[in-house]
């Protein structure tokens, strides 16, 4: 089992900038995969950023490429999602997910993530 608790959502302004952690309990942190996902209203979950247990390899939705920066450390236990230069499209509740069945491969589909947080609201305004 794993336990997911994301912090750091809030209101900013357009061009401004956030930092998203995500704290996990659980199974052994640097053991899996993790991933950040964002859901908009009347629309569907999609993936953000994805990192592999050491850091080592990323990847990024194309929409936040550039501006978006996906890190963890394990000693904390933590992943983050630093945002910058934010669009009023960004608008959305972020989920961080634990892919618990990859350790070595960022991947972005949401079906393959095991455990879910319950999720921050970021508002861009314009």
């Known amino acids: 089992q794993v336990q997911l608790v994301e912090s750091g959502g809030g209101l900013v302004q357009a061009g401004g900038s956030l930092r998203l952690s995500c704290a996990a309990s659980g199974r052994t942190f640097s053991a899996y995969a993790m991933g950040w996902f964002r859901q908009a209203p009347g629309k569907e979950r999609e993936f953000v950023a994805a990192?592999?247990?050491?850091?080592?390899?990323?990847s990024y939705a194309d929409s936040v490429k550039g501006r978006f920066t996906i890190s963890r450390d394990n000693a904390k236990n933590t992943v983050y999602l630093q945002m910058n230069s934010l669009k009023v499209e960004d608008t959305a509740v972020y989920y961080c997910a634990a892919d618990v069945r990859s350790r070595w491969i960022p991947r972005p589909s949401s079906f393959l993530y095991d455990y879910w947080g319950q999720g921050t609201q970021v508002t861009v305004s314009s």
């Open positions: 990192i592999t247990w050491s850091g080592g390899s990323t």
